[in-house]
């Protein structure tokens, strides 16, 4: 069984930067892709970024690409979403998973951890 914890959730106003961690526990030896996802109020869980364990591979969703970027530590545990330039719609509760194969994938159904999310808030 694997635990995640997020933190680094906060209220920012448009145009700022945060940082969000996911500190894995338990048995992370069997932990590969880790991703990041996001519900904004009233809509469904989405995709927002996963990076592979071994072999640097990392998607990231469209509305994302190009301001978000998420990585591991060097020892390849905790992982991190630098979100730069954030905007009101990246409002959300964000939620760190993760699954026990290297394939990067998008669809919460591959994942087979979650965390409790971390609230972002972006002020216009």
């Known amino acids: 069984q694997v635990h995640l914890v997020e933190s680094g959730g906060g209220l920012v106003q448009a145009g700022d930067s945060l940082r969000l961690s996911c500190t894995p526990s338990?048995?992370?030896?069997?932990?590969?892709?880790m991703a990041w996802f996001r519900q904004a109020p009233g809509k469904e869980r989405e995709f927002v970024a996963a990076?592979?364990?071994?072999?640097?591979?990392?998607d990231y969703s469209d509305p994302v690409k190009g301001r978000f970027s998420a990585f591991r530590d060097s020892q390849k545990k905790l992982l991190y979403l630098q979100m730069n330039n954030l905007k009101p719609e990246d409002t959300a509760v964000y939620y760190c998973a993760a699954r026990m194969l290297p394939a990067l994938r998008r669809e919460e159904s591959m994942y087979d951890f979650w965390g409790q999310g971390t609230q972002v808030t972006v002020s216009p």
């Open positions: 990076v592979q364990r071994m072999g640097g591979g990392e």
């Open positions: 338990g048995q992370t030896r069997s932990v590969d892709t």
